[in-house]
């Protein structure tokens, strides 16, 4: 399935932007208890190796699965009254990972996710994270309210970094298992420390410091209760000067695959 149209200059291979707010014939507003993520972890498994490649064409293969698992999400929307905080934080790490599977594939082959927003010409559209393809219950979102809104402003959890993917090999690996709330934040802390020390992503020395993007972009989110070099040494080894030179590395936007 491809969300962009022969009208964008793109090809007779996408289909029309028409599809880009499809919404799935579900019924909308069920109030529910937390639901299994057991669909989405079965994917993972399947076609996420542990160093988190993702076979994409393996994701296709599995359309129906993966679509299933999307309804599932989009007809529960989380519950402040009745789900915990690690249920909601669980649900929008694996909705983000989830959705950028989804649109990725459906726009597969693709370079780079950045290829795929910029060419459709919808107003207020400037990136793939701006569009609108997303319907829980009666929101229709894009994945930049999931990680901004749901997920930074709604747990302030810096740690939500380290699990939520942008389908590029500088991003966070994706983790070959859904997130769930009995082991979320061992899930969490896990994924901290991969990122962290993983010499692709971070060099660390103690005392020069070439770091991932994310740690600019977002360095208000890791410096709320320390500095950042306080904020990774709570997840390195390594002795860190806490005046350690700090630089960062380029990103690479090429598809995690």
Aim: aromatic share 12%.
């Amino acid at each position: 399935m491809r969300i962009l149209g022969k009208k964008y200059g793109l090809g007779v291979r996408r289909w029309s932007a028409a599809l880009l707010f499809w919404i799935p014939g579900i019924l909308w507003g069920q109030s529910s208890g937390p639901i299994s993520h057991a669909g989405w972890h079965t994917l993972l498994q399947q076609h996420v190796s542990p160093d988190g490649v993702v076979d994409y064409r393996g994701f296709i293969r599995d359309r129906v699965a993966l679509r299933a698992y999307l309804d599932l999400l989009a007809a529960h929307p989380p519950e402040r009254k009745t789900w915990t905080d690690d249920e909601r934080k669980a649900y929008w790490i694996n909705a983000y990972n989830a959705f950028t599977v989804d649109i990725v594939t459906r726009n597969y082959p693709v370079a780079s996710i950045k290829d795929i927003g910029p060419a459709l010409s919808i107003p207020f559209v400037n990136s793939v994270w701006d569009i609108k393809f997303i319907r829980i219950g009666e929101e229709r979102l894009d994945l930049n309210n999931i990680e901004h809104r749901k997920l930074r402003k709604g747990f302030g959890d810096a740690r939500i970094h380290f699990a939520i993917v942008c389908a590029s090999a500088s991003c966070p690996r994706l983790r070959n298992e859904a997130f769930v709330a009995e082991r979320l934040d061992q899930q969490l802390d896990a994924q901290a420390r991969a990122f962290i020390n993983d010499e692709f992503r971070n060099r660390i020395r103690p005392n020069e410091l070439e770091l991932s993007k994310i740690f600019s972009w977002f360095k208000g989110d890791f410096t709320q209760e320390t500095d950042l070099i306080g904020y990774l040494q709570a997840y390195t080894e390594i002795e860190l000067n806490p005046r350690a030179k700090i630089a960062s590395k380029k990103y690479d936007w090429g598809l995690n695959e």
